[in-house]
C-alpha cells in the first residue's frame, strides 16, 4: 500500500518472550487492512532492540517487498514472517507444523 500510515492503535496482545504488542491499521491507496501491523512499545530487555520498529504482516496488505522481490507471506494466520527466495524453512504456520 504505497503511502501506508499507522494510525492509532487498534488492540494490544501479549507475547511470553518479547512483552505487550500493540496492533495498528495499515492505511493507504484508500484502503484500510486492519490490525496489519504491530510494534513493541517497551519490549522486555532481551528484545529492546525492537523498540520504536513496527512490523507489517505482508499476507494483510496488498504487497511486500525485499531488495525488488515480492515477499511470500508465512502461511497460517499467526506468523508475520516475510519469505523470499533467499530465507530457507522449514517454516511454521501450515498444517501439522503447529507443535515442532
Known amino acids: 500500500m504505497p503511502g501506508a500510515s499507522f494510525p492509532s492503535r487498534a488492540a494490544t ?13 495499515v492505511v493507504g491507496g484508500g484502503r484500510r487492512a486492519p490490525r496489519a501491523a504491530w510494534h ?9 532492540v525492537l523498540a520504536g520498529h513496527v512490523a ?4 494483510l ?3 511486500c517487498f525485499v531488495d525488488g522481490e515480492r515477499v511470500r507471506p508465512q502461511e497460517g494466520g499467526f506468523y508475520g514472517g516475510w519469505i523470499t527466495d ?3 524453512g522449514p517454516f511454521k504456520g501450515g498444517p501439522g507444523s503447529w507443535g515442532w
Not at 40 to 48: E, H, K, L
Open 13 to 25: 496482545a501479549w507475547c511470553e518472550w518479547k512483552g505487550r504488542a500493540a496492533y495498528f491499521d
Open 40 to 48: 513493541y512499545p517497551t519490549p522486555v530487555a532481551a528484545y529492546a
Open 86 to 88: 533467499r530465507v530457507v
Open 61 to 63: 496488505v496488498d504487497a
Open 56 to 59: 507489517v504482516m505482508p499476507g
